[in-house]
């Protein structure tokens, strides 16, 4: 079985512009979550959907962004990039919310010029 | 808010050598705790969780990990580590959000483990 996929795996953009990142969860699972890992640090949540709907939201500026579709597939996005949203975005999804695995992706590298 | 510490940001330890990587967490309510591992440019591996139970927790590739409610730890150990454990390692607690939905990660910065032969 595929895991989690994400899509692209690098990126760069110039600051100001906008990005789309998108991801695939497990077949079956219902939650995606969304993560920002800059360098040196561990993860922070960014977002999470159940059911195609927004379940919790990180400490982010409203440049980000997020929906889940009804195939359980999900894309962030951030508008009116700065140069401190260079990270790796990595997304994870669960059978649930509360208490099951969250399984992650390989993450989107943004590289923000 | 929760927060979650790891107090060794490196470990060095040699091939075979037994070692403990700690990870304190600052909720008095019950969490969920766990450890995960990442290997350069990857993403995270789940080690092991606590849900409830028993408070040692047994996961893969020989690493265990126990919960200890009154001090708030749940740190990491195996007892005969391999070069191929050398890898980063975080510590994450579940954060009870609106609505009692726990699936939201709170993960500390991480600690390095290095394997020397």
């Known amino acids: 079985d595929a895991g989690v996929t994400q899509s692209p795996t690098h990126l760069i953009k110039t600051r100001g512009q906008h990005v789309t990142l998108r991801c695939s969860p497990i077949s079956g699972h219902k939650s995606v979550s969304w993560y920002q890992q800059v360098l040196g640090q561990g993860p922070q949540f960014i977002f999470q959907y159940y059911e195609k709907e927004e379940r919790g939201r990180g400490n982010f500026p409203d440049r980000f962004s997020a929906r889940q579709f009804p195939n359980y597939s999900s894309e962030l996005n951030v508008n009116a990039l700065l140069l401190g949203d260079s990270a790796l975005y990595l997304c994870?999804?669960?059978?649930?919310?509360?208490?099951?695995?969250?399984?992650f992706g390989q993450g989107t590298r943004l590289t923000v010029v | 808010a929760q927060s979650v510490t790891q107090l060794d940001s490196q470990v060095p330890v040699f091939e075979e050598a037994p070692v403990e990587l700690r990870c304190n967490y600052s909720?008095?309510?019950?969490?969920?705790l766990f450890w995960y591992v990442q290997y350069p440019n990857q993403g995270l591996q789940l080690l092991l969780k606590y849900l409830s139970g028993s408070t040692l927790v047994k996961g893969i590739n020989g690493f265990e990990a126990e919960f200890n409610k009154s001090q708030t730890s749940f740190h990491l150990r195996k007892p005969s580590v391999h070069i191929s454990d050398t890898a980063e390692y975080f510590c994450?607690?579940?954060?009870?959000?609106?609505?009692?939905?726990?699936?939201?990660?709170?993960f500390g910065k991480g600690t390095k483990l290095s394997v020397k032969p």
């Open positions: 994450a607690v579940s954060d009870p959000g609106p609505g009692g939905s726990q699936g939201n990660l709170i």
């Open positions: 909720s008095s309510v019950s969490v969920y």
């Open positions: 994870a999804s669960s059978l649930k919310t509360v208490g099951t695995e969250a399984f």
